[in-house]
Every structure is written in C-alpha cells, then in structure tokens.
C-alpha cells in the first residue's frame, strides 16, 4: 500500500483527474502535490514583450503555481492529508528528483494521451516520468478534449 504518493499538478484535465484517482485509489496515504515552474515555459513572453525580465517571469509563474495549487488543494477531501509543493526547473527531471529526495512510494500523473508526431515533437513529461522513476508510476488521462 502506498504511504506516500505524489501527485505533479499544471492546472490541467489530466492533472486533475490524476488528483482525483489518487484521492479515490489511496485515500489514506500522504499526499504531495507539485508544481513544477519551467523556466522556459513562457521564453516567448520575453522575445514578444520588452522589457519583460527573467523576474517578472518568474513571479508570473509562481502566481500561477501558487493558484493552481490552492486550488487543487481544495479539491482535496477535508481528511486528506496534503502537502503543496512549487519547484522550479525541468518538469520531468524536477518530479523525478523530488521523487527520490521525498522517498515517495508512488507517482500518479496526469496525460494527454497525444500520439505520433505530436508527442514526439512536444515530449511527454509522462512518459519520461514512467521511463526514469524508481517508484511506480500510475498514468492517467485526462478527457479526450484535453
């Protein structure tokens, strides 16, 4: 039975369904809910925008962790035990060390199930997630519009 599972959170369906299984599957283990903050994740803002500096990215993206994660955080049962945790970095690289530094039992995460020439192109953060992990990794998919 897993004790302690973690959950990366982005805001998205399958990241919410991912939350949802884990609530369901194990509701009495520890719950760690990451958000991971990608340094290149809005790199476009800078070229599009100047003026735009690595700081106003960075308090964007915490803003944006921090919300996402309260908000997650509420879809929680009240007796659930949850932790919220933002990190930035790599997202793949970032879940798999949090991983391994929290001695998690499990990791269940959510995809969008693309295929082909897209998941090629865009990497699966899942995927990598299911390749490199010492612990059990639970994919789920989010709904078909995701």
Do not use: N, W
Not at 35 to 52: I, K, T
Not at 65 to 81: F, N, W
């Amino acid at each position: 039975m897993s004790r302690h599972v973690l959950v990366p959170i982005d805001g998205s369906d399958p990241a919410r369904a991912a939350l949802e299984f884990a609530c369901e599957e194990v509701p009495d283990a520890q719950l760690t809910l990451l958000y991971v903050v990608d340094p290149m994740a809005d790199y476009s803002r800078q070229r599009a925008f100047p003026g735009y500096t690595d700081e106003d990215e960075y308090g964007t993206e915490r803003e944006k962790g921090d919300a996402i994660l309260a908000s997650s955080h509420e879809a929680c049962p009240d007796d659930a035990t949850v932790e919220t945790v933002l990190e930035h970095g790599e997202p793949a690289r970032t879940i798999l060390e949090y991983a391994d530094d929290a001695d998690v039992d499990r990791i269940v995460i959510g995809s969008h199930g693309r295929k082909g020439s897209a998941r090629v192109l865009l990497g699966s953060v899942a995927e990598q997630v299911v390749r490199r992990s010492r612990v059990p990794v639970t994919v789920v998919r989010g709904s078909d519009g995701a």
